[in-house]
């Protein structure tokens, strides 16, 4: 069973930038898809950006696309989400995914099984 743990989260003014760390345990890790989802306080939790295993399918929200960058270093066993020219209405819990229902896929995944604990984000205005 994969285990997942988030890191990077933090405080940051708007228009700065974070990075946030997923590091898996298992050495399964680099079969399985990725995501990182976020939830704000009263809203649904969100799908924020998915990788596939070799990287070269990648997902965006809209809200999103051309401010985060999802990658992946699969010797690590960790999967990143590079947040640039952050805004207040990103500040939520971001959280980490895996699919392990599949491996070897050839395109992201939007659904997860597997779920890390969640990081606080927070831009302030």
């Known amino acids: 069973q994969v285990r997942l743990v988030e890191s990077g989260g933090g405080l940051v003014q708007a228009g700065g930038s974070l990075r946030l760390s997923c590091a898996a345990s298992g050495r399964t890790f680099s079969r399985y898809n990725m995501g990182w989802f976020r939830q704000a306080p009263g809203k649904e939790r969100e799908v924020v950006a998915a990788?596939?295993?070799?990287?070269?399918?990648?997902y965006y929200a809209d809200s999103v696309r051309g401010r985060f960058t999802v990658s992946r270093d699969n010797a690590k066993n960790t999967v990143y989400l590079q947040m640039n020219n952050l805004k207040p209405d990103d500040t939520a819990v971001y959280y980490c995914a895996a699919d392990s229902r599949q491996s070897y896929s050839g395109s992201y995944s939007l659904e997860y099984n597997l779920w890390g604990q969640g990081t606080q984000v927070t831009v302030s205005s």
């Open positions: 990788i596939n295993w070799s990287a070269l399918s990648t």
